[in-house]
Structure formats: C-alpha cells, structure tokens
C-alpha cells in the first residue's frame, strides 16, 4: 500500500536470544545462502552456519547455531567495534549493531564499577554474539524491515552460571538491559530465557509495544536452545504494513469532536546525558529543531551511581526521524539513542501578521475542536514592538491577538 512502512513485532514468551531471532529471521525468507556467507562478510573464517528445522511445543521452527573454531576468551569493545566496521555490512546496520555492543559493555561496567575501556566482555564478546547482533540487525535491514515493535520479554526463573560466576535469574546485566521494556518472570525453574545478547538488541532497536492496528503479511518462528515440555520455546516476529501515520488515520471520535484537529502519529527520538553543561544543552535543542524536531523537552533525570543528568526528547515526523536522531548523537554526548512512536493531535493552526504601535507582529491562531479560536503572539515579536514603542510586553500580546481574531 503507497505510503505503508514496513515493521515487525516481536512475541518472546519464552525469552529471546540471538540465535532465536536469526531463527525467526530465516522463516521469514532471509535468504539461507547469504546467512551462510555471514561469518565471511563478517571477515570471521573457519565459522560454519549450521541450521536445521525444529519443533517447539508442536510448532515449526528454525534452529541456527555457529560452530566456531577456538577464539580469544573475550574481546574489548575497540575489537568488536573494529570486527563489526571491517564487515561487509551497510554502515547504518553497522551503527546499530556497535550501540548494541556499546550498550552491554556499559551495563557490564555499570555492574563492575569500571570503565567501558576497561570492560573484558566474555559471554557477549563471543563470535557467536557478533553473528547474533550483526546478523539480526542486517537481516531485518534485507527483508524491508523499517521499524521493530516488541511485546513484554519472559526473563525466566532460578539461577545461572556465568563467568562471574552462579546468579540469579535476571542476572544483574540483563535486568540493567530491560530498563525501560515490559518484562514478565517465570516461569518457576525455567532457568535464563533472556539472553544479555538478546535483550540488548531488543533494548537499541525496539520503538515500543506493538501498535494496536497493523495488516500482518508473514510470520517467522525461531527456536530456542532448550526443548521445554508442554511449552513452545520460541520467539515469534511477524511482519506487517503500519496502518498510518502515512496511511489514513482512523477515529472513532464524532466529527464534532475531531472538528479542527489533525491526528498523526508521530516518533521520540532521546536519549539522557549527565556530562553536559546547560549552555550545550540548550545548543543542542536548537540544532534539533533545526534538523526538525517539532517539540524538543529536556527533563530533570537520575542517572546510575546517584548521578543527576538530563533526558533529551524531541518530538519528530517519521521522515525526519534519522536527521534529529543523527544531530541528537552528533550535538550531545550520548552514545546510544532511542525511538518509539506516539500520536500527536494538532489544532488546526494558521500564522497571520499584525502591527501593533507600528510594529510587525507574528500570531499563531488556532482552531480548538469546539470552533473556537486562540491566539498567541511570538515571543520576539512582542519584544521588539514592547521595546520600540516603550510599552509593557502584556499590553503588546493583548493587542496583537486581540486584532488576529477580528
């Protein structure tokens, strides 16, 4: 359908890992040859792609693993970084596969209380988890995927050994990776579900829970390692055409209601800071307004270890989602930056200019549902006309959106 984008919504009832997702991916119609040639165009030799159809609780599934020759037990995230840029791979996915890496090296620091340089990953820094992520994100970018949805993440239940060694299920890494997502536990003894690999991609590249409406067009299983009974250890992602914000919109509102308004969805692009200055904050909502941000909020945050900081979020169309994005990673001193979507209504509005004490002066009006009408003058306006003709800015406003409604 013209103007449709193409999304994905992810279930994990069973939790997600990246072996799972690829899974997913390959019943989808990801080409079969070209996941085998992944290790390759990663620039990773001697890995071989092993897959295979499963069943999990009676459902159909792909099941993918690596058969990796003996590797360094971890990596540094500088090598993943440099592994990840030296790939084949286009340089968006490219980006979005280092914030993933990015983002479990500094939940691993978090939790060590060390720097990210410092950080030794072990599980996560496996070749294993640089074809997971590389590949998941790749791969959506080769099936037209625009935009990936995600329901609540089953974390699991019990203990799990790990470098650090016996923890419990969420271990400390992976409840820092869901902060912000719907999660559920359990089911009791059912051990990890979710993968630190796993809940970092869900983390970086999900814009929200599933949208209420949307027309599926296929759905792809990925199988899980463990084979539970009565229970299907799986991960299923459908793809599907958006209904809006480029399609027509549907309300079930009166027309009276929907009278002089304008409802469309629209995406947050933010990320928090807690290394910034106020003057750089306020240059940086500048540069994203200029980039297109329609509304750009900084609000009052807490950071880890007790920090103060700052979350940046700008309101933007679809289309200029990227460009504030990129000017949000460019102007600020984040490392990692999120979207989801929202619906934004709009009042009708129209610009008209007046002259007030012989001076210009710009008004919005806008149309409230009701028919009525407001106006408000702008801010500079009425401090040019206030200073020239010696009058109070109140009397300026008054007067100028007094003669906006006539």
């Known amino acids: 359908m013209v103007g449709s984008t193409r999304i994905a919504m992810l279930d994990a009832p069973s939790g997600v890992a990246g072996d799972m997702l690829l899974g997913a991916l390959l019943d989808l119609g990801l080409d079969a040859e070209w996941l085998d040639g992944l290790p390759a165009a990663v620039g990773l030799e001697g890995v071989v792609v092993r897959r295979e159809r499963a069943k999990r609780g009676e459902i159909a599934c792909w099941k993918v693993d690596f058969e990796i020759p003996p590797q360094p037990h971890g990596r540094h995230l500088k090598h993943i970084v440099a592994i990840v840029n030296q790939s084949a791979a286009p340089d968006a996915v490219k980006t979005r596969a280092i914030e993933v890496f990015r983002l479990l090296t500094e939940c691993e620091a978090a939790m ?3 720097t990210v340089e410092r950080v030794h990953l072990h599980e996560v820094g496996a070749v294993d988890a640089i074809l997971d992520v590389l590949g998941f994100v790749w791969g959506l970018e080769k099936l037209g995927v625009e935009r ?6 089953a974390l699991g239940d019990g203990f799990v ?3 650090h060694g016996r923890m419990a299920v969420p271990p400390p890494a992976v409840i820092r990776l869901v902060e ?10 059912s051990g990890e579900l979710t993968t630190p690999t796993g809940a970092a991609l869900v983390r970086v590249l999900s814009a929200g829970p599933p949208p209420q409406a949307y027309r599926p067009l296929k759905t792809g299983f990925g199988a899980g390692t463990k084979d539970f009974a009565g229970r299907a250890n799986a991960v299923r992602i459908t793809i599907a055409e958006s209904v809006g914000p480029d399609d027509e919109f549907v309300d079930e509102r009166s027309a009276v209601e929907r009278s002089g308004a304008e409802t469309r969805a629209a995406t947050v692009v933010a990320c928090d800071v807690d290394d910034a200055t106020g003057e750089s904050l306020a240059a940086a909502a500048d540069e994203l307004r200029r980039a297109g941000a ?6 009052a945050n807490t950071m880890k270890k007790g920090r103060p900081g700052v979350r940046i979020e700008a309101v933007v169309r679809d289309h200029d989602a990227d460009a504030v994005e990129r000017a949000m990673l460019l102007h600020t001193p984040t490392i990692g930056v999120r979207r989801w979507t929202v619906v934004r209504t709009e009042l009708a509005r129209e610009e008209r200019t007046v002259t007030v004490s012989g001076q210009p002066v710009r008004v919005k009006v806008a149309t409230l549902p009701d028919g009525a009408r407001r106006a408000k003058a702008e801010s500079d306006d009425i401090g040019s006309a206030a200073r020239a003709s010696g009058r109070s800015r ?3 406003a008054a007067e100028a959106a007094q003669k906006a409604l006539e």
């Open 112 to 114: 060590h209380g060390t």
């Open 161 to 163: 050994e790990s470098a």
């Open 180 to 189: 912000g997502l719907t999660v559920t536990s359990g089911p009791p003894d």
């Open 148 to 153: 990936l949805y995600a329901g609540p993440l």
């Open 394 to 396: 109140e009397s300026i």
């Open 294 to 299: 329609l509304d750009v909020t900084l609000l």
